[in-house]
């Protein structure tokens, strides 16, 4: 399920797209809150106290380095990853630092997968919005359509990668909790900017209340 499931993210993300406005519509909106607060909550309850136990030394600079890490991501990225896209549709170029960017992103964030299933739930919530987003702009970009699939494509593939990685080579399972504490900084980043952006004018309403209570509870009890 670790490799299967972010497959089915995107493609469910490329479906939302055909049928929905995600800059616009208020369900996609709840989808991304929904996803921000299951986010942060795994990431609180289950990963955090896991690399605490590791007795690794340097854990918080390396949280701290995810967290920056991720600032400069979205430097490129234009903020896809919290439901932002600000990349203009009118370059018929293919969106390689885009790629990049994302691909960093997605590849760092399937290393942990395999300590909980939780996070797995709470990463597949996350890839769904943001895939939305990519498909839209993909779609109304002058990219051709095999560029396009191609894009989804790779992004798709970089979360097992990390997983794979991490199962598959001691080098990399070596300093896994070094990179499970850079995740922590890029996850807390993500989730938080979406909570605080997802409103207009950063106000919060009742649904929204809503669906992150609901998504708090949904990865404590799950």
């Known amino acids: 399920m670790i490799y299967i499931l972010p497959f089915v993210a995107v493609l469910a993300g ?7 406005s995600p800059g616009n519509s208020v369900a996609f909106k709840l989808l991304l809150s929904l ?3 299951y ?3 795994v990431t609180v309850f289950e990963l955090l106290p896991e690399v605490y136990r590791s007795n690794e030394s340097h854990i918080g600079f390396f949280i701290m380095l995810g967290l920056l890490l991720q600032i400069i991501l979205e430097f490129i990225s234009k903020g896809v990853e919290h439901g932002h896209l600000h990349y203009s549709e009118k370059n018929g170029d293919f969106p390689l630092m885009l790629l990049i960017s994302l691909s960093i992103h997605a ?10 299933g939780h996070l797995l739930h709470g990463v597949v919530i996350h ?3 943001v895939a939305a987003i990519l498909s839209v702009f993909l779609i109304h970009s002058k990219l051709s359509k095999v560029k396009g699939f191609l894009f989804l494509g790779i992004f798709a593939l970089m979360t097992p990668l990390g997983s794979f990685l991490k199962a598959y080579f001691p080098e990399i399972n070596q300093i896994a909790p070094y990179l499970n ?6 996850f807390l980043h993500v989730s938080t900017t979406i909570l605080f952006e997802a409103s207009k004018n950063h106000k ?3 649904s929204k209340l809503g669906v992150i209570i609901l998504g708090i509870l949904l990865a404590y009890f799950i």
Do not use: C, Q
């Open 14 to 20: 490329y479906v939302i797209s055909r049928f929905l």
């Open 204 to 206: 919060f309403n009742a």
């Open 127 to 129: 890839k769904i919005p």
């Open 181 to 186: 504490a850079m995740v922590i900084g890029i």
């Open 107 to 116: 590849l760092l964030e399937g290393v942990p997968l395999n300590e909980t």
């Open 39 to 41: 986010l942060l909550s």
């Open 35 to 37: 996803s921000g607060a």
